[in-house]
């Protein structure tokens, strides 16, 4: 099976803009979370979501947001870009809902914000 | 809140073992993880261990928890240059919100 992808693989936005990260998960797998890497605070949960819905969500000001579509990709969008969201933002798909232990990363998404 | 915390730094010789080790403060963590990251890639699934268990094996790596005390670690046997990287340790206790520490940064000397 294909693993997890996520486009683009880079980006570099101004401030004030907003942008869009895309993750399609490993075929089958129905959830899909999303994480912010920075160096200052390490890897963060944002949200999860799971057949359509936000199941988890972390501690995240509201300019952060995600969606998932009915064959569970997942996007999520930053608006009104700062200069500390600049990271890699990964994204992990699992099989279902339950806690398997299985979580898959992809290779992230590098935001650039200038 | 939950804290989950690492050592950041640790360098060994080819074919020593490493040991990587982890705290944890949610004692009801109920999946707890080693993930491994290399230089410009997401992270990898090394292993994981149910909170129920004190010991994994897989093939070079060995998974110790000690739940009373909330510690966690992972042992490389024969430690290769392939093996270095940033391992991070995570944990959970409901859904796939996982809770990682800093990340050790793993050294191996020819």
């Known amino acids: 099976k294909a693993g997890v992808t996520q486009t683009p693989r880079y980006l570099i936005k101004t401030r004030g803009q907003q942008v869009t990260l895309s993750c399609s998960p490993i075929s089958g797998h129905r959830s899909v979370s999303w994480y912010q890497q920075t160096p200052g605070q390490g890897l963060q949960f944002l949200f999860e979501?799971?057949?359509?819905?936000?199941?988890n969500k972390g501690n995240f000001p509201g300019r952060f947001s995600g969606r998932q579509f009915s064959n569970s990709r997942s996007e999520m969008n930053v608006s009104t870009l700062e200069l500390g969201d600049s990271a890699l933002y990964l994204c992990?798909?699992?099989?279902?809902?339950?806690?398997?232990?299985?979580?898959?990363f992809g290779p992230g998404t590098r935001l650039t914000v200038l | 809140g939950e804290d989950v915390e690492q050592s950041l730094f640790l360098s060994v010789r080819e074919g020593d073992s490493s040991v990587i080790n982890c705290t944890y403060t949610?004692?009801?963590?109920?999946?707890l993880y080693w993930y491994k990251q290399e230089p410009g890639a997401g992270l990898q699934l090394l292993t994981y261990?149910?909170?129920?268990?004190d010991m994994k094996q897989d093939q070079r790596l060995t998974v110790l928890l000690n739940k009373k005390d909330k510690h966690l670690s992972l042992r490389i046997a024969d430690t290769q240059t392939g093996d270095s990287a940033i391992y991070f340790c995570?944990?959970?206790?409901?859904?796939?919100?996982?809770?990682f520490g800093g990340g050790t940064r793993l050294m191996v000397k020819p």
């Open positions: 995570a944990e959970s206790n409901a859904g796939n919100m996982l809770t």
């Open positions: 261990i149910f909170s129920n268990m």
């Open positions: 992990a798909s699992s099989e279902d809902g339950a806690q398997l232990g299985t979580q898959y």
């Open positions: 979501y799971f057949s359509e819905t936000q199941r």
């Open positions: 949610d004692s009801s963590s109920t999946y």
